[in-house]
């Protein structure tokens, strides 16, 4: 159960990440400045910056606590459920965990289209990848003391990371009118079907 103050925290959360997205979408991710996002929002600087520490975290989110719940969810999975089954869940999981789809589609729009921000999203997504090699290396063991090759799990988290990508970077360009889900299913399908 959540309490006042995180409910509070949310709406204003709500209200700040609106007025950003707003002003990006008018005058561009780059044109747009903290200051002014402050002002329209009626908070000090100072204070957005309490709720989000930079301005791609605007966009991007909280990145740190994304792929920690990423990793985590991962982790929790059966270990009978196959490594790509695994990180599929993971990502169902932060889909929904950041942004109600309408935002989603907005953010992703931005990402995709402003190439500084696009450049800072797959550099947090390389970190991302590196965390979870290791969880996928366990996953894929073969037995005590047996654990797989590196290059088979890097293969595959970089692969459903290529697979994501391209699945929201088609999402956003469809404007979201086809299902993320079946976009990535697609992607990996066609992959995986050519090995």
């Not at 190439?115 to 290396?137: D, G, N, T």
């Not at 469809?174 to 976009?183: F, V």
């Amino acid at each position: 159960m959540t309490t006042l103050w995180e409910r509070s925290r949310q709406v204003a959360v709500q209200a700040i990440l609106g007025t950003a997205v707003r002003l990006f979408a008018e005058q561009g991710y780059e044109r747009t400045t903290v200051a002014q996002i402050a002002r329209e929002a009626g908070i000090s600087q100072r204070s957005l910056f309490r709720y989000f520490g930079t301005k791609e975290d605007l966009v991007c989110g909280d990145q740190e606590a994304l792929g920690e719940l990423l990793k985590r969810t991962v982790e929790q999975q059966p270990a009978e459920m196959s490594a790509w089954d695994a990180l599929r869940a993971g990502f169902e999981v932060i889909l929904t965990a950041n942004h109600p789809p309408e935002r989603a589609l907005e953010l992703s729009r931005l990402i995709f289209d402003t190439p500084s921000l696009h450049a800072r999203y797959i550099e947090k997504r390389l970190r991302w990848q590196a965390e979870l090699v290791p969880v996928i290396r366990a996953r894929l063991s073969t037995g005590p003391g047996r654990p797989a090759p590196d290059t088979q799990a890097r293969a595959i988290v970089a692969t459903v990371f290529a697979c994501i990508d391209t699945a929201t970077e088609l999402w956003a360009g469809h404007d979201g009118r086809i299902d993320l889900a079946d976009l990535y299913d697609q992607c990996l399908a066609t992959v995986r079907d050519q090995g």
